[in-house]
């Protein structure tokens, strides 16, 4: 099945396909034809050329504004997809949708982008609805090789008045060569696009993982801070000390081997991953977020992904009475650590029942923090139930 699409009860709609660039956004059209939507987020593989993706979604959606940016993998109907294209379309009730694009985060954009943030949150609580503020939250999109996240996220978080943040950075596939955004028919390079979303339906907003720590410690004793890239650890080469650590020839070191044996650090108590991105021709490794000299990583363990993922979204159905939606951005190497483990299925299937819809990330936003090899989302409630009269 090329095309597949769900209809959630909160008016959110969620169409996937595998199908060529012009026929796929074609089939969403038909799909979503008995709608009406103020907003499209569209997340897709590289295989979809952007600017050939912007112009048949204007063609197909004139008069609907949309978002997106490409992944290394995409979430949607049709389970996990490398090659595809998911569209999520926000009805024009229940949801208020504002969005702007924050340009340049490399250079003076998070300065740009705290003044973006203050000024959405000001126009969504001071509206026509004056929207309380347990009604809003926030989600971001960034380019994921701008090795700017940390910075970009902590000034939006603290911006937006510790409203719930949460988000995905951009792939391209497993290339790490050129990632893309798009907003309102523009193409965005090193970029981020924040939105401040209002909605009626009650929300949570989440994480979760699947690792656990190792007592083996590797210490960071030389780096470039601001590329990201590890030179030595524990005074010795780093791709080879790593390898050793692992007991994996370092010429076997790949993806695989890096959502195999998360590196992990203790931040309040609490241990997030800081994931190998790839091993670099001099044996440095190029990591997925911010490190410093004298970082200490714990060497983590997969747990079971399947059991760790279904508690969450368990938990969280509980709370809501009933989960009708999720807005998920996973990273990569859970999915490629969900693959090696012949889990790909299961975890599918925990998706399906949930109905989560996103893409597979290079790195996860969550309130104030930066994360790797996490699974970031919000899950929107369903409607209570209608009871009969006595």
């Not at 339906?201 to 990201?228: C, G, H, S």
Request: charged share 20%.
């Amino acid at each position: 099945m090329p095309t597949k699409s769900t209809r959630a009860a909160c008016g959110i709609r969620v169409v996937a396909s595998t199908l060529s660039t012009e026929d796929a956004i074609c089939a969403a059209r038909a799909e979503l034809a008995d709608g009406v939507f103020q907003h499209i987020l569209v997340f897709f593989s590289t295989r979809h050329e952007p600017n050939a993706l912007i112009a048949a979604l204007k063609e197909n959606f004139p008069d609907v504004t949309f978002s997106g940016c490409s992944t290394a993998g995409e979430v949607g109907p049709l389970g996990m997809t490398q090659d595809g294209i998911v569209l999520i379309a926000f009805p024009e009730i229940g949801f208020r949708v504002m969005s702007e694009v924050i340009p340049d985060i490399a250079k003076g954009g998070v300065e740009r982008a705290s003044e973006i943030a203050r000024r959405l949150r000001v126009q969504m609580i001071t509206g026509v609805s004056r929207a309380a503020k347990e009604n809003i939250f926030a989600l971001v999109l960034v380019d994921g090789l701008s090795d700017r996240e940390e910075p970009l996220t902590a000034a939006l978080h603290w911006s937006l008045d510790d409203m719930e943040l949460l988000g995905g950075s951009a792939g391209d596939g497993l290339a790490f060569h050129k990632t893309a955004l798009i907003h309102r028919g523009e193409l965005i390079r090193g970029g981020a696009i924040l939105f401040v979303i209002e909605t009626a339906t009650p929300f949570r907003v989440f994480k979760t993982q699947n690792f656990e720590p190792t007592p083996i410690k590797l210490v960071v004793t030389a780096a470039d801070n601001e590329n990201r890239i590890v030179y030595d650890l524990n005074a010795e080469p780093a791709a080879s000390e790593y390898a050793s650590t692992i007991g994996v020839p370092v010429e076997d070191l790949g993806p695989m081997s890096f959502a195999a044996y998360p590196l992990v650090v203790k931040v309040g108590g609490e241990y997030y991953g800081r994931a190998i991105r790839n091993m670099n021709p001099d044996g440095s490794l190029s990591f997925f977020c911010a490190i410093d000299e004298g970082l200490v990583f714990t060497v983590g363990r997969p747990r079971d992904m399947v059991q760790s993922t279904l508690e969450t979204l368990k938990q969280i159905d509980a709370d809501l009475g009933g989960i009708d939606f999720v807005l998920g951005f996973d990273c990569i190497l859970r999915r490629l650590d969900a693959e090696t483990g012949q889990l790909r299925h299961k975890v599918e299937e925990i998706y399906e029942r949930y109905g989560l819809a996103g893409f597979h990330t290079y790195g996860e936003q969550f309130n104030a923090m930066h994360l790797n090899q996490t699974l970031t989302g919000i899950a929107f409630s369903k409607p209570p139930a209608k009871t009969s009269p006595p």
